[in-house]
Nanobody, 115 residues
């Protein structure tokens, strides 16, 4: 499965952004999809995850501000990010959760929160 994240950009503190993840290839049936992020000099960490039937999990840093959703028919996962803070600056990736190592990370999408 190939995973392509997109939709990042530069946004001011307090702003919103929605990033998308498109899955393609054979055997697309990932049960739990996650959004991860990696800030400069830090390890990649899970931000939110969602099961095929819509059960969600959020890291403490995302609770109340981020919303994960998915469209199983289109093989896409989304992350709506509101009230963004400078500490949300990172490269955002999508992949299965827990990470199995089966699918590559891809290039991710850069989100920069700065005034």
């Amino acid at each position: 499965v190939q995973l392509q994240a997109s939709g990042g950009g530069l946004v001011q503190p307090g702003g919103s952004l929605r990033v998308s993840c498109a899955a393609s290839g054979s055997g697309i049936s990932i049960n739990v999809m996650g959004w991860y992020r990696q800030a400069p000099g830090k390890s990649r960490r899970l931000v939110a995850s969602i099961t095929r039937d819509g059960k969600t999990y959020y890291a403490d840093s995302a609770k109340g501000r981020f919303t994960i959703s998915r469209d199983n028919a289109k093989n896409m996962v989304f992350l709506q990010m509101n009230n963004l803070k400078p500490e949300d600056t990172a490269v955002y990736y999508c992949n299965d959760w827990p990470y199995t190592g089966i699918n590559s990370w891809g290039q991710g999408t850069q989100v920069t929160v700065s005034s």
